[in-house]
């Protein structure tokens, strides 16, 4: 099976009222922003969508309404991961109609071996028929997963492709060396998009994106077609705004930039909480100033 999930793909922030109920007109509003704007493929309750924070019917709603906006125009990807394995497992056989491949996350917290992140989700392929993104984060889940486990479990026939967000160009490149015909690797982190596609990569899960869906995607095709000076352009005019939209974590430094194109509120759920007023100002400056508004 091969990845069929390149290019511009977006891990679609999860909007939320003042009351921090979720706000679904918003989350309308943003997936057809996306569509508008050339982004190719939406991640629906990955972490950027705050999905600790949201119960499993919640989960589910903000995918049918992604789902029934979408009207089958982009891919879907639904983010299911998590460190207790047949758990997951039950929750791959659930998944609705409508959606085109999953991403899960290396189990986090536990820490398992190599060997074990190999059986978890060697176990969990057998649950569905869906493609899996397998989503290597080391930062937030506290193991890295080896170049040679991602190799090893490219060997699953519905296993088609890995976000990588180690921030270890070297662990990637090899992973890009020795993949198999068919298998995709997506850049996890938005300022090394640019890099990992001239080195090999097929596409990124972004949450810059989410608020420069056509300024990003540009930057993405150019790179894709390698056309570099195009996309060293809308690369270094977003890094800026790239940095700022993490210095205080993620999604509250997106957020800002999505309200104040008025398209969501800042809200965010404990434990998060929104950015500090003086990062707020300089989102705010350089959203101004990407868009020209």
């Given at each position: 099976?091969?990845?069929?999930?390149?290019?511009?793909?977006?891990?679609?922030?999860?909007?939320?009222?003042?009351?921090?109920?979720?706000?679904?007109?918003?989350?309308?509003?943003?997936?057809?922003?996306?569509?508008?704007?050339?982004?190719?493929?939406?991640?629906?309750?990955?972490?950027?969508?705050?999905?600790?924070?949201?119960?499993?019917?919640?989960?589910?709603?903000?995918?049918?309404?992604?789902?029934?906006?979408?009207?089958?125009?982009?891919?879907?990807?639904?983010?299911?991961?998590?460190?207790?394995?047949?758990?997951?497992?039950?929750?791959?056989?659930?998944?609705?109609?409508?959606?085109?491949?999953?991403?899960?996350?290396?189990?986090?917290?536990?820490?398992?071996?190599?060997?074990?992140?190999?059986?978890?989700?060697?176990?969990?392929?057998?649950?569905t028929d869906l493609p899996i993104i397998l989503y290597n984060v080391p930062g937030r889940t506290g193991s890295n997963m080896a170049p040679s486990t991602t190799l090893k479990l490219a060997e699953l026939p519905n296993v088609v492709a890995v976000k990588e967000a180690s921030g270890n160009m070297e662990q990637i490149m090899e992973i890009i060396r020795l993949r198999p015909a068919g298998f995709g690797v997506l850049s996890g982190d938005d300022a090394l998009t640019m890099p990992l596609i001239a080195a090999?990569?097929?596409?990124?899960?972004?949450?810059?994106?989410?608020?420069?869906?056509?300024?990003?995607?540009?930057?993405?095709?150019?790179?894709?077609?390698?056309?570099?000076?195009?996309?060293?352009?809308?690369?270094?005019?977003?890094?800026?705004?790239?940095?700022?939209?993490?210095?205080?974590?993620?999604?509250?430094?997106?957020?800002?930039?999505?309200?104040?194109?008025?398209?969501?509120?800042?809200?965010?759920?404990?434990?998060?909480?929104?950015?500090?007023?003086?990062?707020?100002?300089?989102?705010?400056?350089?959203?101004?100033?990407?868009?020209?508004?």
């Amino acid at each position: 099976m091969n990845s069929f999930f390149t290019g511009s793909g977006v891990a679609l922030v999860t909007p939320f009222n003042t009351d921090f109920t979720i706000d679904f007109e918003a989350l309308k509003k943003l997936v057809r922003y996306q569509i508008e704007n050339g982004t190719d493929f939406l991640v629906v309750q990955g972490t950027t969508g705050e999905s600790p924070t949201l119960s499993q019917d919640e989960k589910l709603e903000v995918l049918r309404t992604v789902i029934e906006e979408n009207q089958g125009k982009l891919k879907i990807v639904y983010g299911v991961g998590g460190n207790n394995t047949m758990d997951i497992g039950e929750k791959f056989k659930k998944i609705p109609a409508g959606v085109d491949g999953i991403l899960s996350v290396s189990p986090y917290y536990n820490k398992p071996t190599q060997q074990g992140i190999i059986q978890h989700f060697t176990y969990l392929s057998s649950c569905t028929d869906l493609p899996i993104i397998l989503y290597n984060v080391p930062g937030r889940t506290g193991s890295n997963m080896a170049p040679s486990t991602t190799l090893k479990l490219a060997e699953l026939p519905n296993v088609v492709a890995v976000k990588e967000a180690s921030g270890n160009m070297e662990q990637i490149m090899e992973i890009i060396r020795l993949r198999p015909a068919g298998f995709g690797v997506l850049s996890g982190d938005d300022a090394l998009t640019m890099p990992l596609i001239a080195a090999g990569a097929d596409g990124v899960i972004s949450v810059v994106a989410n608020a420069f869906p056509k300024l990003f995607g540009e930057m993405v095709h150019a790179s894709m077609k390698e056309s570099l000076p195009e996309a060293r352009k809308a690369h270094y005019e977003l890094m800026h705004v790239t940095k700022l939209f993490f210095e205080e974590g993620n999604p509250g430094g997106v957020k800002v930039s999505l309200a104040e194109q008025g398209i969501m509120t800042e809200t965010m759920r404990l434990p998060l909480v929104p950015v500090s007023d003086e990062l707020r100002n300089r989102i705010q400056a350089e959203t101004k100033h990407i868009l020209r508004l």
